[in-house]
């Protein structure tokens, strides 16, 4: 079992659509959790960080964290195409200072 | 701040020679991370270091493989000798203690032929 799972998509949603990405956890010392966008041929971009159980809003992005659960999503509200990307989810161990990621969920915003 | 410098950031090789890459991480960052990205295996952390000292370099998928961080400015990672299955896309990326997520340079694209 990979220690941070995530579906890989694509996930097609249509313009101005909430996007709901998933993530799960193995690692129930994990203290740091993050939301990373890529486009392609180009680099992760940390885009959300959440450290404690409930909601966190930034703009259009909503972090979701249930520790219980081991379980981490990315609400994106009014999806735009520009939102187009794989979203990965990263996860540091319990010393906070090594991130793992999920293999990443496609995400296909449609005009 | 110029952000975390990788260089080159194209490299093709043949089977068999030395590459290295090099990362500039952000000045005043103490941690710096080596992590290799294929469309199989995802992103895959190699090594990092805490204050120029390697802490876990578990990740690295054989002697082949090596990196140094000399200085807090300036760290590489050398395969060598390198296989076509070494062809990836290798990221740098630093942060300091206690930050929110770590920053990621712009790549390296290997190719092995």
């Known amino acids: 079992q990979k220690e941070v799972e995530q579906n890989s998509g694509p996930l097609s949603v249509p313009e101005g659509a909430i996007a709901s990405l998933n993530c799960t956890y193995s690692d129930r010392g994990s203290q740091s959790f993050f939301w990373y966008r890529q486009y392609s041929g180009k680099s992760p971009e940390l885009i959300m960080s959440i450290y404690s159980n409930g909601d966190k809003e930034d703009g259009r992005f909503t972090a979701q964290l249930n520790k219980a659960s081991q379980y981490v999503s990315l609400l994106i509200r009014d999806s735009q195409p520009s939102d187009s990307a794989t979203y990965l989810c990263a996860v540091t161990n319990n010393a906070g200072n090594m991130l793992t990621f999920g293999g990443g969920t496609r995400l296909m915003v449609k005009p | ?113």
């Open chain 2, 1 to 113: 701040d110029a952000g975390v410098i990788q260089s080159p950031r194209h490299e093709v090789t043949e089977m068999g020679q030395e590459v290295t890459l090099r990362c500039k991480p952000i000045s005043g960052h103490d941690y710096l991370f080596w992590y290799r990205q294929t469309m199989m295996r995802g992103l895959e952390l190699l090594i990092y270091f805490n204050n120029n000292v390697p802490i876990d370099d578990s990740g690295m998928p054989e002697d082949r493989f090596s990196a140094k961080m000399p200085n807090a400015s300036f760290s590489t990672l050398k395969i060598q000798p390198s296989e076509p299955r070494d062809s990836a896309v290798y990221f740098c990326a630093s942060g300091w203690t206690g930050s929110y997520g770590y920053t990621f340079g712009s790549g390296t694209r290997l190719t092995v032929v």
